[in-house]
Structures are given as C-alpha cells and as structure tokens.
C-alpha cells in the first residue's frame, strides 16, 4: 500500500518533457496503435489490465498475462486487483461526503475522535487528507514486514506508529504517511458506526454501481489476481498483506473498469459537488498533494489521482481534464520501468511526441563550451546514469539523455540562459554545470535540487 507519491524516477520522466501544444482538439483515438504499444512490452514486461474511459465510457481495455500462474489462468477484463493506495481517494471522498452531510469538518481536530494520538490537538482532518500531520508512515516501521500480515486491528497498528516522534510540527510541511489514513478510516468508521467495508460499499459502491470492488477482504476469489516478483528469470509469489490493516490506506480490491468508472464519476461532481472535487484538486495545481489526489504532469497536461503498490500488485490511476480521459493501469507484477509504458499511451492518446527535439535556443554560446558539457553524470541513489549531449551546433542546444533502473532511455533539450545555465521554462527545470567540480546540477520548480557527478 505503500505509495511512490510519483517517485522522482518517475517524477522526472513526466516532468522534463518539453513543451507541447495544449490539447483541445478532439481525441482521435487509435486502437490499433495501443494495442502494438502493450504488446511491445511482452509478458514479462506488462502483466495486468489496462483501461481508457473518455466522457464516462470505456473507450479501451486490454489484458495479458496471468492471474493465477500455477492454474495458466489468464487475466481479462472482469479480474480484479488489490490497488494499494488508489484506495486513499476512495477514503478521502467518503471524508468528503461526511464534509458536505454536515457531520465533519476540514477543520475538525483529530482529537475530537482519537485523542490519544499524540499532537491530536494540533491535527486537522485537512492535514491528515494532505499527508501534513507529521505522523509516522507505520508502513516504514523496522518491523513492519514481521506484522503486515498479521491479524491485527486498526487500533494497534495505532498503538505501534504512536510511540514514534513526530517527523514535524503539524501542517508545517509535506510528508506521505500511510498512518493519516488509517485514523480517516477510524474517524470513518466512528462517525458511521459501522466497518469500512460497510461504509464503502453503502456509500460509494452500491450507489454508482460499482459491482467488482470490495474491501478489506483477504480471500482471493475467483476473479482476483494473485501477484508475483520476477526475480532470475522465475516467478516467485509475493507474500499477502493483511487488508483489514491497511483498510483505507490500501485495502481495496478493484478492477481498471470500475476503477476508471469511480474516478469518472467523481470529476464529472456526479459523487460530491463541484465545490468539493476543487477542494480535493487545490493544491494539485501547485504539484502538491491535494486531500487524497496526487498531481502527475504530462507535458503541459496536469493529471490527478493516485498511484499504489501492495504485496507485488502496482497500481496507477489518473483523470486528465484534457478529454476527459480516466487512466487506469492494474498490474499483478511489480516492476520498476512501467513509467515508460504509461508515457507511450498517453503520447499516443494525445497525439504527442515525448521526444520531441524542438529549438530551444535563447542564448549566445560558444560551441566549445557546449562541447565541455558532453558526458556521463551519475548519481548511484537515482539513477544508473544521465548522458548529456549535444543536439547540433546550429540550434546551440544540449540534450540530456537519462537512464535508470531498467527504463528506456528518455530525452529532451534545454537552451542556454547563460554560460553554464539551461533551462526549460515550461517545465520550472533548471540544469546548472559547475565546471570546476565536475557536476550537474537540477534544480526542480521548488528549488530542490538534485547533484550528478561527471565521470572522468
């Protein structure tokens, strides 16, 4: 259930496209190219079930691999897929539900439902929603893997993230905790007076229709997917996470369908009002996280949703306003390259080349200085290795080739804003040469920045 809140592999593949026109034409959707795009990734590469809805109606579905490995039983459309923390929007719409039927409110303190969580007093629900209540992830928690598939309850898997220090002051800054969404679930389930499965399906999944999704239920049924590792060419089961203990954090069990069906509902304010869904999407538009969506940008494109992983499932879904278009990727294999897959579709949805090597020159410089930038540039706890060089002399710009942990390789230019400066403004990206050291700089929009070293 553990979430890569768009890890900065991933993060950094879809944030450093260059600038594409914005999409406002209608979609013309090609089939046929989709289906080559997923096949070329073979079965060992792509194993899970991948769903498009545009306007509220599946538009394309395709399955490949196995659901069940020792019985050959192949994955379809019906199967369903543990999607570790896509479950956090569900919760979070509930939170709002309860928002709107006047029984809570954003500001509501934590401490008026659990008040032996330490700092509860200084807690909100909102803080909570947008993982900046400082809380310890209990999924981190050295033993965590020695009790995640334990019987546990909610109340002890409290007990354990409790006893850690706060990582900040609440509301002083960002920092995804699978624990927030826990004490929602409890704060849920107090207020209902009833278990979240129930809560679940009373308010969302009998509503809106939502017949292949359950929670908290540890049984595999018959149309649920085990997961698998790949690990020296042999396929080796991943252990079972307790449900019932990751409950609204990333206790549910779906399929792409109703998945996509969900978050088309809810962006169409078809399940909480326009008011509420533009709350929940606020801080999306600055690439924060917003109160149980997750902001993942595709060249000038901006979507929102949620990514997952639980046991081996990996799990993305996202709503891009541009078409209306719902994305749902359900994968019972994990793998640490699936980004790659995820750009192509969305290139071929959107008509876009993510390689596109259009002129981005806007500064005088000597061509032997470019020259001297050329190289290899590593930083081991990021990547495998980023290649910096030149396009050509003419158009004076670099192109950073980047590759990483078993992804294809991925390009783009930047232009010169001074010597040993280039920048991509669209993108808020920043890429500084310090010469003397042998260092590449990036600086991201918030100003963070990440160091690679140039082998000599």
Excluded at 295 to 316: E, M, Q, T
Excluded at 420 to 441: A, K, Q, T, Y
Aim: neutral net charge; proline residues 2%.
């Amino acid at each position: 259930m553990k979430s890569t809140y768009i890890p900065f592999i991933i993060f950094l593949f879809l944030y450093f496209f260059p600038q594409a026109q914005s999409v406002e034409k209608e979609i013309d959707f090609d089939k046929d190219q989709m289906d080559k795009i997923i096949s070329s990734f073979g079965e060992n590469n792509f194993m899970g079930n991948i769903s498009l809805f545009e306007n509220g109606n599946q538009i394309y579905n395709n399955s490949t691999g196995y659901k069940d490995r020792k019985n050959e039983t192949l994955i379809d459309e019906k199967t369903r897929f543990r999607i570790g923390s896509i479950s956090k929007i569900f919760t979070a719409v509930m939170i709002m539900q309860l928002i709107e039927e006047n029984k809570l409110d954003l500001e509501s303190s934590l401490s008026e439902f659990i008040p032996r969580v330490k700092l509860s007093d200084q807690i909100t629900i909102e803080q909570l929603l947008s993982h900046k209540s400082g809380i310890f992830n209990y999924t981190e928690l050295k033993d965590y893997y020695n009790f995640h598939q334990d019987t546990l309850n909610l109340q002890e898997i409290v007990d354990k993230f409790n006893i850690k220090r706060r990582k900040f002051k609440p509301g002083k800054k960002y920092q995804y905790s699978n624990s927030n969404y826990v004490l929602l679930t409890l704060i849920l389930e107090q207020i209902e007076q009833d278990n979240y499965g129930n809560i679940l399906k009373k308010k969302i999944l009998e509503p809106y229709q939502l017949n292949n999704t359950y929670c908290c239920d540890n049984k595999y049924l018959d149309d649920d997917a085990k997961s698998y590792y790949f690990v020296k060419n042999n396929w080796i089961d991943a252990e079972n996470s307790n449900l019932e203990i990751a409950s609204g954090a990333g206790g549910i069990t779906s399929n792409g369908y109703d998945v996509n069906r969900f978050l088309s509902l809810l962006f169409s304010n078809q399940i909480l009002s326009k008011k509420s869904v533009n709350l929940m999407k606020l801080n999306t538009l600055n690439f924060e996280y917003g109160l149980g969506l997750d902001p993942i940008p595709f060249f000038n494109i901006i979507g929102v949703g949620h990514d997952g992983r639980i046991d081996a499932f990996l799990s993305y879904s996202y709503y891009f306003e541009q078409g209306n278009l719902s994305l749902t990727y359900l994968s019972n294999i994990y793998r640490n390259d699936i980004n790659n897959l995820l750009i192509r579709i969305l290139s071929n949805y959107y008509k876009l080349d993510y390689s596109d090597i259009s002129s981005y020159e806007k500064h005088e410089i000597n061509y032997d200085d470019l020259k001297s930038f050329s190289g290899h540039y590593f930083k081991r706890k990021l990547f495998s290795s980023a290649k910096i060089q030149i396009i050509n002399k003419e158009n004076k710009t670099l192109r950073i080739k980047v590759f990483g942990n078993g992804i294809d390789e991925m390009e783009f230019g930047i232009h010169a804003i001074s010597k040993n400066r280039f920048i991509s403004e669209i993108l808020g990206i920043e890429v500084v040469f310090d010469i003397e050291n042998s260092n590449l700089i990036a600086i991201l929009g918030d100003g963070e920045e990440h160091k690679f070293k140039k082998r000599k």
